[in-house]
């Protein structure tokens, strides 16, 4: 069984601050795949970043950053200087290597303020 | 490339009633799947296609949800006899099995309120 768990369930932050999305996963496969979306409030679901297991190098995309550390089954998400259009809800998710369905979690509303 | 598209994007219907909704793909894709979207929840998995061939459905499928992908191209999630808990949001995405990424591409979504 897949699980994945956001335990923030809002974060409301000043514009400028920066903001950490906690992400923890439960699985039995020894290969697996991560991901990040974010869910505006037009509600399409888009795609920010994937992660294999095998690959537990940071990454880092403009103002975002992502932390996967396999020792704590953690994949976390950092946004930096953050802005009013960063406000949306995100979700992690994981995915067997051999099987695509995607396993969410709750999900985290993150609330920008100017 | 258009994106994922489904319709209708809001349906209400009265208890007991069927719906169907429709989900186009990229076109290029060949795998799809549907997901239902509940308020304040992540999605969760239904069912996927690859090609036209239903490779696996959940069992929050019950046996008044049918899919079908006919000719591998798009895709209809049937609902009969609708009841108030399948009230929610119906995501439909789409990836390219093979492909150089993985990720699924996810449509807008059809609101389903049941009265």
């Known amino acids: 069984a897949q699980k994945v768990t956001q335990a923030q369930t809002e974060i409301s932050v000043v514009e400028k601050e920066d903001v950490t999305l906690d992400c923890v996963y439960e699985?039995?496969?020894?290969?697996?795949?991560l991901f990040w979306y974010k869910q505006p409030p037009s509600g399409e679901l888009v795609f920010l970043i994937r992660r294999n297991s095998f690959d537990e190098q940071n990454e880092i995309s403009g103002r975002y950053s992502w932390n996967f550390q396999k020792s704590t089954s953690s994949f976390n998400f950092t946004i930096t200087a953050s802005q009013v259009v960063d406000s949306a809800v995100y979700f992690c998710a994981l995915s067997p290597s051999n099987d695509y369905k995607l396993s969410f979690g709750a999900g985290t509303t993150v609330t920008v303020r100017a | 490339d258009t994106g994922v598209s489904q319709n209708p994007r809001h349906k209400i219907t009265k208890r007991g009633q069927n719906v169907t909704f429709r989900c186009d793909p990229i076109s290029e894709h060949n795998r799809l799947y549907w997901y239902r979207q509940t308020l304040g929840q992540g999605p969760e998995f239904l069912t996927y296609f690859q090609n036209e061939a239903q490779l696996e459905k959940s069992r929050l499928l019950s046996d008044r949800f049918s899919a079908e992908r006919p000719k591998g191209s798009f895709s209809t999630l049937e609902i009969q006899r609708t009841e108030q808990g399948d009230s929610a949001m119906y995501l439909c995405a789409s990836s390219l099995e093979g492909g150089h990424s993985y990720e699924q591409y996810f449509g807008p979504g059809t609101r389903l309120t049941v009265t």
């Open positions: 699985t039995r496969d020894t290969t697996y795949y």
